[in-house]
């Protein structure tokens, strides 16, 4: 009996399946033929529309006095000019975003050059504030031709601070007794040096002339007169070496003859 019941069960639930079955075969054979009965009528309808178009086409064509193969030629080209219109609008919408980052890197450049600029301003006041404060420490000397003071540089550092100040030109130099040596546009011979007094004789050549300077001392300005329009030059000696030899610097002012240069 149970055997028999599990197959009353089973049959019971393979008709029930078969009858769902059926009914979703028949639903989508249902859903198939109306797709069917749309698609023949979009189909009837294309073929309207385009035998429509086809009409309305010819009579344009006849309109104008074209043939269909003049107007596909029409229609091409029209194509063919939207497309390089879009081509051309992707070149320029490309070429202004490039434009863009060019500007804006510029832009980035000049704020840069600004920052520089400032910087170097500040550096360049700072330098014109060390430079007046290093010439307000030179010494002053009374020249033995002339009555007004003129600053003078006891050292490399002290000259380099009167170099910078661009009013007049500097030569440096180192004297060997007995030799006579060109600076700047005359010739300076040491005669005698005692460096325990700190004095010296100096004989000074400038326009075929000879000027002695005799039993002077350290850091004190020798002048003279030099050049076809008389300028006043000055040598200062810095340091009397040894008996044989003073090192100091020649100074002529700005618009004096220079040095010729020796061209190799």
Do not use: C
Request: glycine share 6%.
């Amino acid at each position: 009996m149970a055997v028999v019941a599990a197959a009353l069960v089973f049959a019971l639930g393979g008709l029930i399946w078969s009858y769902s079955l059926s009914g979703r075969l028949t639903s989508q054979e249902t859903a198939l033929i109306e797709a069917k009965d749309q698609n023949r009528k979009l189909a009837a309808e294309l073929r309207e529309t385009d035998a429509r178009l086809h009409v309305a086409t010819d009579e344009l064509g006849k309109s104008l006095g074209l043939t269909q193969k003049q107007m596909d030629t029409r229609a091409e080209e029209l194509i063919r000019r939207e497309q390089a219109q879009e081509a051309h609008s992707e070149r320029l919408e490309t070429a202004t975003k490039q434009i863009g980052q060019q500007v804006s890197a510029v832009s980035s450049e000049v704020t840069n050059v600004k920052t520089d600029v400032g910087g170097v301003k500040s550096d360049v006041a700072r330098t014109q504030s060390d430079l007046a404060s290093a010439v307000s420490q030179l010494t002053s000397m009374r020249g033995d031709l002339s009555d007004h003071s003129s600053l003078i540089a006891r050292n490399h550092d002290e000259l380099e601070v009167l170099k910078h100040r661009g009013d007049r030109n500097y030569y440096e130099f180192t004297l060997s007794k007995g030799q006579k040596k060109p600076v700047g546009t005359v010739s300076l011979e040491l005669k005698k040096a005692d460096p325990k007094k700190n004095n010296f004789n100096l004989e000074v050549t400038s326009d075929d002339k000879t000027v002695q300077k005799n039993g002077r001392g350290v850091n004190e300005p020798l002048q003279f007169y030099s050049g076809k329009d008389p300028l006043l030059f000055e040598v200062v000696i810095n340091s009397v070496n040894s008996k044989n030899q003073v090192t100091g610097y020649l100074t002529t002012p700005k618009n004096a003859p220079t040095p010729p240069t020796i061209s190799r």
